[in-house]
């Protein structure tokens, strides 16, 4: 899971994924569920791969 989660940061460092602004819409409307399920089926992460990419996303929202 660590490596799959640097994987993505590591792109993340570059050209960002275009999923993100959907999942970013998605935890402002308060549908982190619905998140976590776009993120898993895009990118092809377990439940907890996930939530952990949903919640990177949230916490780069309050930085």
Request: hydrophobic residues 35%; proline residues 2%; without cysteine.
């Amino acid at each position: 899971m660590k490596s799959t989660l640097d994987q993505l940061a590591r792109q993340m460092v570059g050209e960002e994924n275009p999923i993100n602004d959907n999942l970013r819409k998605l935890i402002h409307k308060g549908r982190e569920v619905r998140a976590v399920k776009e993120a898993r089926d895009t990118l092809g992460l377990s439940l907890a791969e996930g939530k952990e990419y949903v919640d990177a996303l949230k916490r780069e929202k309050r930085e």
